[in-house]
């Protein structure tokens, strides 16, 4: 009796108050691992997608390069997440989360780092892009950073984090369904999967807000947040973020390995499990037991199919949401902070309404019916990549796009003796004409009307002979069409997500879970959420219509990219991701076990007065069933 209290007490470091036991119940451990999944949503999906550009053209970084960097987080996060869910059928799963949190603290500050030891930024070295024709010394003065040495502190900072995220929503989701009454367990998952989709969001908006400063605050630039060349303090969000996730890592570790009764919520799911003829096998975890284990759940074929599907819907909200800020900045000619605040709130809207859609779906169907459902919310998904096909036009960009008067190259006779650099690009815009110039030297310019005009331009054909800071920007009117059709598609996406979790748990055996709950993630990773931002950040280079030159002659980041190949690029690549997973869920729902189908079938679905009454009392903080409730079940 005494230790069955010790491990249903609340506390840590061996100090348990009597004022914290109260808090041992299931809506209070549900906040906890909520806030857990926002700090590492607004850190990998949400800050370093906003800050990915910023980081790319301050370290000189390529799409490829950077999409390896967020591929590397979940190739960690597969590894370890397999490991710790094999022996996590008996661990204290709350202790081991927040120690997660704790490593989350610290990638945070790595991540932070490369700001801190690489000095001060100078775009193009020491050019500023204003330079007057003929006003530039030699080709640009490079500032001696090596700037690629950075990216090892980017890749340690990712690998920490990865660490810290392979537990959450593997033994995370299985003490939540060891600990939550049958018929509220989905409601509670649906719960934790929103959240997670309030990270991402709130990392976009944070990360926005930070990149509306200069990178390194209080010293003077003359660029501004609309300026090609800006970078932002992408650096802030991570300390902040690190900073949470550490002050809020003892509350989780101090959740006892069960919630105090709810004893009989694990017998009742030993009773419905199927195969109970393997339930009397011995469970102590061991790596013996590991192949035959992952055996038998791989043998389940709706196991298999709809985690190959989940695994392809991971490709694209891992892949493409990557880079979905940058993509949404590139295609609609946005600064970084406003392409952060549109796509923030398209994902509040969309991925956290479809998660909480799809755990009603969990709850009012049997996971027969969900089954049945999922290839038809795909195939929705699959239409709505169409989408991507909306953009605005690209900048014409003399020396790219359009030849200079005397011809194409960059530095033509217009501006043969202004000794322009090719390190250089700091686009000013001819209004008049609606043509761009990569700087003020390379429009041949010879006056300043001011820090950011400039007149007696010998390469300009415009009447007025004055160029003003920025790419040139035609009206289009595409963009609240893309933000709300996106939105839906991201609803049709994330809708599926928990139907995901509840096949899974009711498919594979008690005793399997968490190593089934494991090896799907892994599932998606290792196919989707690996290979995607590399799959992605190819596709975004092969766009690419000017690339940087560095100090040492090598390609640095893309300085401008062709929207209507990059709109193009990307709608093919969604439409074959998307259509692979509507594949996979179709063949899913026919594989669907006839002995679990038939008996679901049978069961009477929830009325839709009954879900919301108890989705309330659960946001209210009603957490377990009562005596009566338990006793009769």
């Not at 949190?101 to 610290?106: D, G, K, N």
């Not at 989940?310 to 909200?317: E, G, K, P, R, Y």
């Not at 994902?347 to 290839?375: E, N």
């Not at 996979?584 to 189908?597: K, V």
Request: hydrophobic share 45%.
């Amino acid at each position: 009796e005494a230790l069955v209290n010790h491990d249903e007490r609340m506390g840590c470091l061996g100090v348990f108050p009597r004022w914290l036991q109260p808090l041992a119940i299931a809506p209070c451990f549900l906040m906890a691992i909520c806030l857990f999944a926002i700090f590492q949503g607004m850190i990998e999906s949400g800050l370093l997608a906003v800050v990915i550009t910023s980081i790319e053209k301050r370290y000189s970084l390529n799409s490829k390069e950077s999409g390896f960097l967020i591929s590397f987080y979940d190739l960690i996060a597969a590894i370890v997440s397999v490991l710790v869910t094999h022996i996590g059928h008996n661990i204290h799963k709350p202790l081991l989360l927040g120690r997660g949190m704790v490593s989350v603290a610290i990638g945070c500050v790595l991540l932070a780092l490369p700001h801190f030891i690489s000095g001060l930024y100078r775009p193009s070295g020491n050019a500023t892009g204003n330079e007057l024709c003929g006003l530039l010394p030699g080709h640009g003065d490079c500032d001696g950073d090596s700037k690629q040495s950075y990216y090892f502190y980017f890749i340690l900072g990712q690998f920490f984090i990865a660490i810290a995220a392979a537990p959450l929503y593997t033994l995370g989701v299985t003490y939540l369904d060891d600990n939550v009454a049958p018929d509220r367990a989905p409601i509670y998952v649906a719960v934790l999967y929103a959240s997670a989709c309030i990270g991402p969001a709130a990392g976009f908006l944070m990360g926005g807000a930070f990149l509306g400063i200069w990178v390194d605050p209080g010293q003077h630039t003359t660029l501004t947040p609309k300026s090609s060349g800006w970078v932002g303090a992408w650096w802030i969000g991570f300390l902040v973020a690190g900073g949470l996730s550490l002050l809020f890592a003892p509350v989780m570790m101090s959740f006892p390995l069960q919630l105090p009764g709810t004893e009989w919520i694990r017998a009742f799911r030993g009773k419905r499990a199927p195969d109970e003829s393997k339930s009397a096998r011995h469970r102590q975890s061991s790596l013996s037991r590991l192949a035959a284990d992952l055996k038998s759940i791989l043998s389940i074929k709706t196991f298999t199919f709809t985690h190959l599907g989940a695994s392809m819907d991971a490709m694209v909200i891992i892949g493409a949401g990557a880079f979905l800020p940058k993509a949404t900045q590139m295609l609609f000619k946005l600064s970084a902070a406003e392409s952060s605040f549109y796509t923030g709130a398209t994902v509040i809207a969309g991925a956290a309404g479809g998660s909480l859609l799809g755990g009603i779906v969990s709850r009012k169907w049997s996971a027969h019916k969900c089954s049945k459902m999922m290839p038809i919310f795909s195939f929705a998904s699959l239409a709505l990549c169409l989408t991507v096909l909306l953009h605005c036009s690209s900048a014409r960009l003399v020396g790219v796009d359009l030849p200079y008067p005397a011809g194409p190259a960059p530095n033509s006779t217009c501006n043969t003796l202004c000794n322009c650099s090719s390190l250089v690009y700091r686009p000013y815009c001819d209004s008049a004409t609606g043509i761009t110039y990569a700087s003020v030297c390379h429009a041949g310019c010879h006056s300043a009307l001011s820090e950011t005009t400039y007149t007696n331009c010998s390469c300009t054909a415009s009447p007025t002979n004055i160029i003003s800071d920025g790419v040139c920007r035609e009206g289009c009117t595409m963009l609240p069409l893309f933000l709300f059709l996106l939105m839906l598609m991201l609803i049709f996406i994330f809708i599926n997500q928990v139907p995901t979790t509840s096949i899974t748990l009711r498919v594979v055996a008690e005793h399997e879970r968490s190593l089934a709950m494991g090896f799907g993630s892994m599932m998606h990773r290792s196919l989707g959420s690996i290979p995607g931002p590399l799959i992605v950040g190819a596709v975004l280079d092969v766009a690419c219509a000017l690339w940087e030159t560095t100090c040492d002659g090598s390609t640095g980041a893309c300085w401008e990219y062709d929207s209507l190949a990059m709109s193009h690029s990307l709608t093919y690549l969604l439409l074959a991701m998307k259509g692979a997973a509507t594949l996979f869920f179709g063949l899913a729902f026919l594989f669907f076990p006839r002995d679990l189908a038939d008996r679901a079938d049978d069961a009477q679905p929830y009325d839709a007065m009954s879900l919301a009454s108890q989705s309330t009392a659960l946001l209210a903080g009603e957490g377990e069933m009562s005596t009566a409730e338990s006793s009769a079940i």
